[in-house]
Each structure stands twice: as structure tokens, then as C-alpha cells.
């Protein structure tokens, strides 16, 4: 090998050595887990399934590989606000799984736009100066997703026990999942709650992200490469207490290396929420790195706004007055006693 590529090869190690060979830990394990953050994208990526029925009965494309055999327990679609979240039972890890979709927007172009013009406009509940985004908070708390989420949850936990509750969501689903996870900390008491995002907005100020993070110590925020969303609504530095602000810990997925040897890292950043050497060091351009997340696809399935789509007139379910949509059985039912109990 030439000089010059033996230089190559050993200033990348170093660099692997020093941004990708750290693992956080606690005393008992560690914070970030790839292999459960590659899990989890997949559970995620799968909300975006367009029918229903394939995700309620997890038979769609994307319910396989890492996520073979989820029993899904309740999946609720507010349709009036184009939300949508599943609960359900992943056997392999004896947990309850959490997801919340992010935005169907035609474009999403419209929606990034958008944040950069909101604002700080609601008091968080019994956190003085805590300031959130109202739509983010609302979205959560003031829709039919909240209570869908609970009755899942303790429905799941009944039957197979005090297991841990993994709550997910990438973009507005990613801040959906964090005002999740912290009302069942918060105002349920639970505990062994994991939460764990991809591409999430800032939802909150630094007093909310110090309060979340007491809270939610080992909360995971990924973000990758030059993801536009979560450098919005933006940070402004000279105004600290007035601006939004991450929780953290971010773990950044980006590209390192010299010439022809580039290799991709999950860099695990600070604990300041707001880490300068991560994704905070380049700009945030792009759409394409907001919609693929560790090689996995975090967009629907067809461009329609809110589509959504049953072939299968024997699963009923649920509407409300609003024209709200639930999916729901009892945990540990099979296929086909799920489609004689209709």
C-alpha cells in the first residue's frame, strides 16, 4: 500500500477510535444500544404503513426482519389531525412497544417552513418556566392518540406483566413520543420507561429540556447527518433561557474518513442537549437525511395526505362521533381467533 494510503488508513482510525469507540454508560449498562436503536427504526419505519389492516395484523412490508412476530394491541388514527400511534407486545424483548407516526404532509417542505416560525407559547404543567411548543404538546395531550396510548399500555401489561414500555417516533412523532414518554413518568408514575427518537424537532426550552432530562435521564435523541428537522425551530444561542432547546443525549449518525476510505458512526454527543460537535457543526439542509434513518426508509408509502386504507371487512373497528379510527383486541389473541372474535 502506498504511503499515502497507509496515512489515509491510520488517521481514520483514529478518528473511528475517538467519535465511534465511546460508549456511554451507567453503572449497570449502557445508554445507547445500536442494535436496539436499529430495532427500533424498524418499528418505527412501520407506522408509516398506509393500510391498516396490514399494520394492525403486522403482516405490511415493513413488519418483518427485526420485528417478526410484534403483536400489535391497539392502534389508534385521529383523522381530523392526521395522527396516528400503535402499542403493542414485542415477545423477543419482552417489552411494550410505543410508536407515533410523524407528519403526512403532501410536502413536507410545507411543514419544515413552518416551524421555523413557532414559537414558545405554553407553560408545561407544574415545571415553572418550562415553556413548550403548543402544537407539538397538543398533538399529544389534547387528542384521541393519548388516551388510545394508556388504555394499550395497560391492557399489554395486564396480560404479560410490569415489563418496560420502549416509546419511539421519528420527526413530529419523535415529539410526540417525548411528551409521551414524560406524562407516563410524570403523571402515571411509571417506570422503566426507554424513549427513543429519530429526526425530532425541538420542542421546548433549556428549563423544560434540564426538567425532562431529570426525568428521563437515558432519553436518546438520533439524529443523522445534515437532517434539517432537528435544527428546528431554531436554536438562538444568545438568548438561552428565551430559545428552544434539546434534551439530551443526541447520538449524531455521520460520515468520517479521508479520500476514498468514509466510514458512517453513531456519535454519542454530551449531555448538554445542545452539543456544538454534533449535528450543530454542520448545517441542516437536507430533507433526504430526514427521511432514511440507519438505512431504513421513515416516509409513507404514497404521497396521498393521511391516506388511509382497510381490505379486510373482517377486522371491525372502532369510530367515534369525530370520525376517529381504533383498532383494538386483547393481548395474546392469534391471528385467527382475532378474526373469529370480530
Known amino acids: 500500500m502506498e504511503p499515502r494510503r497507509w496515512l489515509a488508513a491510520a488517521v481514520l482510525m483514529c478518528l473511528l477510535v475517538l467519535c465511534g469507540g465511546r460508549e456511554l454508560k451507567t453503572k449497570h449498562a449502557p445508554i445507547y444500544d445500536p442494535a ?39 392502534l389508534i388514527v385521529d383523522v381530523k389531525n392526521c395522527l396516528q400511534a400503535y402499542v403493542g407486545f414485542a415477545r423477543d424483548m419482552n417489552a411494550v412497544i410505543v410508536v407515533f407516526r ?14 421555523f416560525w413557532k414559537q414558545l407559547d405554553l407553560d408545561y404543567p407544574g415545571m415553572p418556566e418550562a415553556k413548550v411548543h403548543s402544537g407539538f404538546y ?48 410524570v403523571n402515571f408514575g411509571l417506570k422503566d420507561v426507554i424513549l427513543m427518537t429519530f429526526g425530532q424537532p425541538r420542542i421546548g426550552n433549556a ?93 409513507a408509502e404514497s404521497r396521498g395526505h393521511c391516506r388511509i386504507v382497510t381490505d379486510d371487512t373482517s377486522l371491525q373497528y372502532k369510530m367515534d362521533p369525530n370520525g376517529n379510527i381504533v383498532f383494538s383486541k386483547q393481548p395474546g389473541l392469534s391471528d385467527d381467533e382475532l378474526h373469529s372474535a370480530q
Open 102 to 115: 410523524g407528519t403526512q404532509e403532501n410536502s413536507i417542505q410545507n411543514w419544515i417552513e413552518d416551524l
Open 207 to 299: 428549563v423544560f429540556a434540564s426538567n425532562f432530562k431529570g426525568y428521563l435521564p437515558n432519553a436518546i435523541r438520533v439524529t443523522n447527518a445534515h437532517d434539517i428537522v432537528p435544527h428546528l425551530p431554531p436554536y438562538y444561542r444568545y438568548f438561552p433561557q428565551k430559545t428552544y432547546h434539546h434534551f439530551p443525549r443526541e447520538v449524531w449518525i455521520h460520515s468520517v474518513g479521508l479520500g476514498s476510505f468514509v466510514y458512517s458512526i453513531e456519535e454519542i454527543c454530551d449531555g448538554s442537549g445542545e452539543d456544538p460537535a454534533c449535528s450543530r457543526s454542520v448545517s441542516g439542509n437536507s430533507v433526504q437525511d430526514h427521511i432514511h434513518y440507519l438505512g431504513i426508509s421513515m416516509h
Open 138 to 185: 397538543s398533538a399529544y395531550h389534547n387528542t384521541t392518540l393519548r388516551d388510545g396510548v394508556v388504555r394499550g399500555i395497560q391492557k399489554t401489561r395486564e396480560v404479560y406483566g410490569n415489563i418496560p414500555i420502549m416509546v419511539a417516533g421519528h420527526s413530529m412523532g419523535g415529539a410526540m413520543a417525548s411528551f409521551c414518554a414524560l406524562d407516563l413518568v
Open 36 to 74: 436496539l436503536a436499529r430495532t427500533l427504526a424498524e418499528y418505527t419505519s412501520a407506522v408509516y404503513t398506509a393500510d391498516l389492516t396490514q399494520l394492525f395484523t403486522w403482516t405490511c412490508e415493513r413488519c418483518g426482519d427485526l420485528t417478526e412476530g410484534f403483536e400489535v394491541i391497539e
